[in-house]
């Protein structure tokens, strides 16, 4: 609706069309490509673990995927959150889209991270890089409890104990500085001893 006081001659139909997106949490590529130039974007991990009645970690999952260069990588769930999301809705939206719906995530019961991940294009700044842009990062250790089926453009999720999962074979399929993250992590709740 125009607030502007309209000029005598003024015929309705001259006002552009405003019609809201469909998805308004959701960016076309170019208008992503834009904001990443210019705003660092928010971005929830996850390090999906498996636990014992204890609640002592045991398990650690990892996620293979392709990479652009064809090159298999090892990462964890991530993704970003959309406007008006909250972060619990965003680390859940995501752990569905990487593990599948049978995983039955237990989300932690405060927001607060385990580890808070910087990523900027360009490598030294910090441990994290990302080349397309500049994010921050909050990471969660969430236990899964079901079947993890992955889904997107994960392959598998690969198990292994948490002295596996930041040892240098593993870390260096990693990209970005995700070895470190995950060691950081693990040790949050305990995990590496």
Not at 111 to 122: D, G, K, M, R, S
């Amino acid at each position: 609706m125009s607030v502007r006081t309209p000029d005598p001659d003024w015929n309705p139909d001259d006002e552009p069309a405003v019609r809201p997106p469909a998805n308004p949490g959701w960016l076309s590529d170019l208008e992503l490509a834009e904001v990443r130039g210019r705003l660092p974007l928010l971005y929830v991990e996850a390090v999906p673990v498996r636990v014992d009645g204890l609640g002592q970690v045991g398990e650690v999952g990892m996620l293979l995927r392709a990479n652009a260069l064809g090159e298999m990588t090892r990462t964890l769930v991530s993704g970003r959150v959309m406007y008006g999301e909250t972060i619990r809705d965003a680390l859940f939206r995501h752990l569905e889209k990487d593990l599948g719906p049978m995983a039955f995530p237990l989300l932690p019961a405060s927001p607060v991270p385990a580890a808070v991940a910087e990523y900027f294009p360009l490598p030294g700044i910090s441990p994290f890089t990302d080349e397309r842009q500049h994010a921050v990062s909050l990471v969660y250790v969430v236990p899964v409890t079901g079947t993890c089926e992955p889904r997107q453009d994960a392959l598998e999720v690969t198990w292994m104990t948490p002295q596996e999962a930041i040892g240098k074979p593993v870390v260096d399929e990693m990209e970005g500085g995700r070895g470190v993250l995950v060691a950081q992590a693990l040790a949050s709740v305990g995990a590496l001893r």
